[in-house]
């Protein structure tokens, strides 16, 4: 269960990276899996691709987590269809990351320009 | 026929989740590679590069279905539905039938022996009343799963695990109590060590008689989570079945 003042740690920088591309997605408005992986791609213009393998336990443990939540919908000739949104914790959790993802970013430019001057 | 059905069916064959959690993540997965097909064939890729390029990336690597099935299921819940999914065949079930009758008949005549209680410990009682909670909840559960099951499909497995808990607490308390009337027992000895024989000899009357009394009840609600588990399975194998198919 995450807690909403979490800090990013560097040991898991690769974790919360990819649970902020996907919930900062979210608030974007509701998503299907795939269309989760495409838009991030889209909105970081290639620099982010997300292979599903690597995506549905990242789904799973959000929904799990209560930060997101999966609806199954039935879309007609297309069957059936799951969709995620962002739940009121999800927006939360992902305000916490934002900072903390600002404040890392901030020290980490901080140290990299003490290394060029 | 999916186009994607050999990916879907190695990922199933490898992907250790209970039904109907392991069909609806292929579910998952089966709607998002149609759709992301789709919306590579509307960007101009040519169908068979389109089939590629979903199957591409979609690696479902071992790795990452393991880190799927770790976020569905503890390895506690991982061996107990392999366990209760031993006795899937009729035959396999009535066999464990019998030998739970051939085990009822065992212990069901010293059940019923007037003196049985009043040799075992006080504490004989409580385990008794938790043999009676745990019975009522598995009546409660037999008319939900075999009279009412639709009704509930989606919480057929809630509350089963409940009596192999209680079935757990059965052998703790049991042995407890074993060691309490052992501690009861040397403190009499000490203040009598003249009688430390009638109290030893007493002391494993008493022990013998409530642990009759714990794994009796044990073995019983032991059954009964086994059945209802079995149960259980078979119904959520049968609304995944009914999930995949009303997909097609």
Redesign the interface.
Known sequence: MPEEDASVEPQSLTKHFNEALILSSLERGPKHGYQLALDIEEKSEGRFGFKHGTLYPILHKLEGDDLIRGEWTDEGPRGKRKQYRLTPRGERYLGTLRDSWRTLLQQFTNLMGEGGS | MSRFAKALSDAASRLTLPEPVRSR?L???A??????HR?YLERGLPEEKAREAVLE?????QE??R??A???DSPLERSLTSLSGQAHRPWARTLLGLLGLFVALGTGSLFLEAGLLSRASSLAWVLLAILAVGLAGGVWKIRILYFAPAAVESRTRTGVSFLLGLAGVQVVLGFACVWVELYRSGLRIRSAPGEALIHIVGWMHMASATLVVALSGALILGFLWFFLEGRTQRLQAAAASR?LE???
Do not use: I, K, P, T
């Not at chain 2, 709607?31 to 992301?36: G, I, V």
């Open positions: 993540v579910l998952e997965m709607a998002d590679m149609e759709d992301l919306a990336h979609f690696d479902l690597s990452a279905l880190e799927l770790a976020v569905h999930l009303a997909d097609r």
